[in-house]
């Protein structure tokens, strides 16, 4: 375990009285912020669903002047009744300035303003030529084509995400940042694989049927190496899709992630969505397409890939309730058929050359098609067989401008994990609508295999602030050696169970970690508030907010203190990064 509960005596009592009459930090409580009403949460208290929608005219011009009786949402064929409802452009308010000594994760101080736009260059699923390819488009891209005002970070992803820069409407500093990143094979697809001998070839004292044999075993092994690839692909875009939700969803409104990628390592398909033949038999490529290769390997990785798919489905519920788009885009550009992919492995080819692009040309197109189901799924739009790549990511950030935002709260209250497909219509003509075409009814406060510790654990060493519980902070120095810690949560942005009495039980952990330069921890501390409080003390914590304070030991050579919330009844996570003052 990273951390072990440490709850000191009457440590509730001590919080309730935080809450009140604290003067050790007068400051936190004259700067709390009240809940904004116009911003919705999707993931606290409610099963509110927000619903971004993107219109736009025959000319691929955004339509403007919307009004919420112009829009119909179907839920499973069934009409909705619209909760919410925001046009493209509004903006948040201008947030006041922190404290000096005093970090935050609220969004307005992540992002103030604009639409947010992510350019994630991935590593972990394109080969290394294709990579130079991105870096050099992306580059081309914000000197001719990028317009200020639009806020754009610029993320990697290889065995993990990793921010390059955060959001900035900046050309230049995006420019700086895209010239940092340089292209790089990953770890796990090096090493030398078994050659595979020629049908012509046969083994010294041996004969072809001998031959065909070994041939066939190199061929299994190769295709158990290739599974083992494919499902640490899996695991990485996962954990990266779980980091986005973390990192983007406090942050009020939709969130474009261009995604430029040679290929996507699974589907957000659900396998128990209840669809018609025909509509699944258009969505899934068929494995006659695909290349013996993928296919054999395929068999090999099926049951491993089983293991992930409720990861799968919990992550696709997690990028809909974080109001992510993805907008795949084909670094590979025209394709023969002869290019390398990530699932080649260094051995002389059994096929001839014509077959082996054949085979290769089936995967291309496969892989295209998870690509543009991965955009349908997320509201966006894949951008495939095109060598400007460029402007594909100048067509996703257009999007940006025609994006409406609806909710509701669906008829069928019932949370119970399945696909419910969604239906926006738009009372114009001559329009096209595009918008996410369902999501997963998973309540996270009913998940039983959430490991809290693994989860605190990734969401402190990702590489950007997590937004789904917001908060202020301050640490400092105290006596003894210690770090004093202080925490002021946002109380909207944790759930509340109703109790006995007309109370309120909270159910919320904080973390403290200390890391050195290399990554490592060298001291942590977590204390749990898991109490039910009554209705007068519960409305003074929705007016002050959750205050509480712990101390951390200092050790030498700390560079920060990284800082978590959970609560443990959604999972949802907030973290903030300190720098600490070297000795």
């Known amino acids: 375990m990273l951390f072990s509960f440490v709850r000191k005596p009457g440590g509730n009592l001590c919080v309730i009285a935080a809450l009140v009459f604290s003067l050790l930090f007068q400051s936190f409580a ?19 669903v927000l619903v971004d929608v993107v219109v736009k005219d025959k000319k691929g011009n ?5 009004k919420i009786e112009d829009f119909t949402v179907q839920e499973k064929g069934k009409n909705q009744k619209i909760a919410f409802f925001t046009v493209p452009g509004e903006e948040q308010k201008a947030p006041s300035d922190l404290p000096p000594g005093i970090y935050s994760n609220r969004p307005e101080y992540r ?18 030529k294709d990579q130079a ?8 891209f914000v000197k001719q084509q990028y317009k200020p005002g639009q806020r754009t970070a610029v993320m990697t992803l290889t065995n993990n995400l990793g921010v390059l820069q955060d959001f900035t409407s900046d050309p230049q500093i995006l420019v700086k940042a895209i010239d940092q990143f340089k292209p790089q094979e990953q770890e796990l697809n090096k090493g030398p694989a078994p050659p595979v001998l020629k049908n012509s070839e046969t083994a010294r004292g041996g004969d072809s049927g001998v031959t065909s044999g070994v041939n066939q075993e190199l061929r299994a092994f190769q295709n158990i190496q290739l599974a083992y690839v494919l499902d640490r692909r899996v695991e990485s875009t996962l954990a990266a899709m779980r980091s986005l939700a973390r990192i983007l969803g406090g942050i009020p409104g939709r969130k474009s992630i261009i995604w430029l990628t040679a290929a996507f390592p699974f ?22 397409q695909l290349g013996v290769g993928t296919r054999s390997a395929g068999a090999v990785a099926g049951a491993q890939r089983q293991e992930h798919a409720q990861e799968i489905r919990e992550a696709a519920a997690q990028l809909a309730s974080a109001q992510i788009a993805i907008y795949p885009v084909d670094v590979r550009g025209l394709v023969s058929g002869m290019e390398p992919t990530m699932d080649d492995l260094p051995s002389t080819q059994l096929e001839s050359v014509s077959e082996a692009a054949q085979m290769k040309m089936s995967d291309v197109t496969a892989s295209q098609e998870t690509m543009r189901e ?9 951008y495939v067989n095109q060598n400007e790549i460029k402007e594909g990511v100048a067509l996703a950030m257009q999007d940006t401008q025609a994006a409406y935002t609806i909710g509701y709260y669906p008829d069928d209250k019932k949370m119970d994990g399945k696909y419910r497909t969604i239906k926006v219509k738009v009372n114009r003509d001559g329009v096209e609508v595009r918008n996410r075409r369902g999501y997963y009814a998973i309540d996270p406060g009913q998940k039983k295999d959430t490991t809290p510790e693994q989860q605190v654990a990734e969401a402190l060493h990702d590489k950007a602030p997590n937004t789904l519980v917001t908060f202020k902070a301050q640490a400092k120095p105290t006596e003894g050696g210690k770090l004093g810690v202080v925490f002021l949560v946002d109380p909207d942005t944790v ?10 039980k909270l159910n919320v952990a904080f973390y403290a970690a200390v890391f050195g330069a290399d990554g490592n921890i060298l001291a942590s501390q977590s204390q749990k508030v898991d109490q039910a409080f ?3 003390t519960y409305q003074q914590i929705q007016k002050q907010g959750i205050l509480l304070q712990m101390d951390v030991a200092s050790p030498a050579g700390g560079i920060d203190v990284r800082l978590a919330v959970r609560d443990n009844r959604t999972g949802s996570v907030g973290t903030v990064t300190i720098p600490l003052t070297p000795n």
């Open 62 to 66: 955004p339509v403007s002047g919307l």
């Open 495 to 504: 759930s509340a169970e109703d109790a006995s009495g007309g109370s309120k």
């Open 111 to 128: 992002s103030p303003g604009a639409p947010l736009t992510v350019l994630l260059i991935d590593a972990a699923n394109t080969p290394f």
């Open 534 to 536: 009554p209705a007068e």
């Open 267 to 288: 589907s957000l398909i659900p396998e128990n969505r209840e669809v018609t033949g025909e509509e699944l038999a258009e969505s899934l490529p068929s494995i006659k």
């Open 374 to 382: 991965m955009a349908q799924e997320t509201g966006g739009k894949a």
């Open 133 to 140: 390819y991105a870096r050099q488009q992306m580059l081309q």
């Open 30 to 48: 004259q700067q709390t912020v009240q809940p904004d009403a116009a911003t919705p949460t999707f993931r606290v208290n409610t099963h509110l």
